[in-house]
């Protein structure tokens, strides 16, 4: 095998936005995205057309460099590259030269064979998060990781190799945070110094470059507001994807889904969405219905949408060998699907059988894909659920010789679902017209946020993966994906009636929140755990549309600046140890102010911890000192919650779907804190694109305990807010004569437009 470490610098040549460093080995390229991103390139050929998935910004202009005869310095008013001439090495600093990251200075970027590997300094003190999808503990010190996109079906909670690739990583040392973006879609590896003596971690890939931004911001929030504007962020979901969701493989005919959406209705369980898996397909052919159990789509949709719920409709990438089937009799005539080098086409078995593979890699392919569409959209389908996109077929191990456009499956594998759920989005996109499509992922790459929300695949009913999933679900936050679900109650295995119940009221702080089962295993719906628990859930699922609106402006952060709504405290309390220990880890803050303890079925208290400053338990109302361990009662009906003092937050009375009007009145809890905090709150019409032309409504509330007082902005944008009243509810202010005294005053909130303060 050939190895080789790049060497000494030959020649340095200063374009204006481009730095060309070239050594006997290779060309390094230098591009400054923004004072806080550095792009380093190390190549033996790069591509002139420097394609990415992920990455939609450019580069800026002008590029600011000092050469000495050993070094070359980069300098922004964030951070300084101190390129170490020979041998070649990469060095950052922060602009008051803290020393952010260093390569190995022995075998910095070196190749073996087609692989890429750099070799980084490891600090004592290094912590590592990210990687989006993956096993193990929020730390990933001391692990490694492979990216290699697969149908991970009965995955265990130490199982490498899941659906998704996000190849982005903080470290933090020292009292400091760096990031570091590997762009690189062949097979991709990860050592946060797990076998290299504590003395380097490392990262590289089968081939490709050596392609990577290196973040300098100094918080791990402003790393991911940056991660996030090189990759692009998610648009506002459609509001009734925010509500309850039932799956199940497969709801069998239409009178099985409306019987089901029918008794959440009787029960009066709030929902929004029914789904049908892949049985309501005829022979598993995408973009046709059973005509049998499925007769006529459009009546059966209708019947949905009159008692307020909206359908999700699975589809997959692989297309049925049947001539006289349209996408496949239109896929081979166009020459859409994947091939073997001798221009045949690859076959694969998967659910219909014998299968070709759409290449999403060619715009004319995504377009057809997209266009495809009208099938479902038709009747009235607003979901698409993109499934085996890794991709999958039996076997699982497609021949590297097989060819998306002019690449070889290695080199590409781990962007196919990504540019499935691209061509799913933007094809339904332009049939839903001004309709927001709601658009759900199994595999993704890094940049998938900007077309689709993802869950986390087939996981297991029990405890340890509940947990587990909290923790993804929180990771793939770190990685730009703010819209996540995981299969609550567990897709492979049978919940017990404790865990089903836990984990629903976990569900209720879960980004996407859908009930989903394996074919074979029992029902999973509210009403089949007994009363006592059906109880339980409802009222749990009844707290999530309670809490809509203030889990829609948390959506609306995540479009804005890419913060996820579930929040490791790794990103807050970057620098508390406690936040990494493995019996805090999963704790996660729930937009800006709720903290979330998961805890398993069967224990009935909980060790929590709580990190500085002042904590309200939901339930109860009792008030925590934080930078704290408490322990805690935790039965079935109360998850530990907590809200953090100052919180502010936007709640709606009960409403069995979001297509509900409900009473009209806003109720704005303030949680009591001695600092001045405040909330933005974000609603537009939840289905529509009008809020990128300014039809929207948004103001930010202000809490002073000096002053007294709640202030109210002026409204911003031209939507007329669904809720005509506001209420206010303090919590924790101690005794309230005096407020009470001034009720009347705060009935004269009613010219909600303008800005206002209440005194209290
Ligand atoms: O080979 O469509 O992860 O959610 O129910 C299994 C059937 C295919 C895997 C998905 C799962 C879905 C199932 N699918």
Known sequence: MRFEIVGNTERVTGQPDVLIIKTREATARIWVYSDSIIRVNVSKAFDETDHSFAVIQKPADQLEYSETTDEIVITTSLLKLRINKSPLRFNFYTANDKELSKDDERFGINWQGERVINYRKLYADEKFIGLGEKTGNLNKRGSSFTNWNTDAALHDTKTDRLYKTFPFFIGIHSGLTYGLFFDNTHKSYFDFGATTDEQMSWFGADGGDMNYYFFGAQSVAKIIEDYTWLTGRMEMPPLWSLGYQQCRWSYMSAAEVLDIAQRFRKEKIPADVMYCDIDYMHGFKIFTWNKETFPNPKAFIAKLKAINFRLVIIVDP????????????????????????????????????????PDFFRDD???????????????????????????????????????????????????????????????????????????????????????????????????????????????????????????IGGFTGNPTPELMVRWNSLGVFTPMFRNHAMQGTIRREPWQWGKKNMAIIKKDIELRYRLLPYIYSGFYQSH?????????????????????????????????????APVESMQLTADVYLPAGEWHR?????????????????????????????????????????????????????WYGTQVSSFVYYEDDGTSYDYESGDYYKREITFDPAKRTVTFSEVEGSFKSRFGKIQLVLHGFGNLTSLKKQAKRLKPVKNLSASFTIEF
């Open 318 to 357: 692989g297309i049925k060998i049947e001539d006289g089937y349209k996408q496949y009799d239109e896929g081979v005539d166009k020459d859409y699907f994947a091939k073997y080098p001798n221009g045949e086409n690859y076959t694969a078995d998967v659910w219909p059988g014998r299968c070709h593979f």
């Open 365 to 487: 392919v995504r377009e057809w894909w997209g266009a495809a569409f009208t099938a479902l959209t038709e009747p009235g389908v607003e979901g698409f659920w993109n499934d085996m996109n890794e991709p999958a077929a039996w076997g699982q191990n497609i021949p590297w010789l097989v060819k998306f456009g002019d690449k070889f499956m290695p080199e590409v594998r781990n962007a196919y679902g990504m540019q499935m759920a691209r061509a799913t989005y933007e094809g339904t996109r332009k049939l839903l017209e001004n309709k927001r499509p709601f658009v759900l992922t199994r595999a993704a790459y890094a940049g998938t946020q900007r077309y689709s929300a993802v869950w986390t695949g087939d996981n297991s009913a029990y405890d340890e993966h509940m947990l587990m999933g909290q923790r993804m679900v929180s990771s793939l936050g770190i990685t730009g994906m703010s819209f996540v679900g995981v299969d």
């Open 560 to 596: 804005k600046n890419g913060m996820p709504l579930s929040r490791t405290l790794a990103i807050d309390y970057t620098y508390d140890e406690n936040v990494y220990d493995v019996k805090y880890h999963n704790q996660f803050l729930f937009g800006d102010n709720i903290l979330v």
């Open 618 to 670: 939901l339930s109860s109302g009792e008030k925590y000192p934080g930078g704290q361990v408490y322990n805690v009662d935790a039965p079935l009906t109360d998850l530990p919650v907590f809200i953090n003092a100052g919180a502010i937050i936007p709640m709606q009375n009960g409403v069995q779907s979001t297509n509900e009007n409900g009473d009209g009145i806003l109720e704005l809890n303030v």
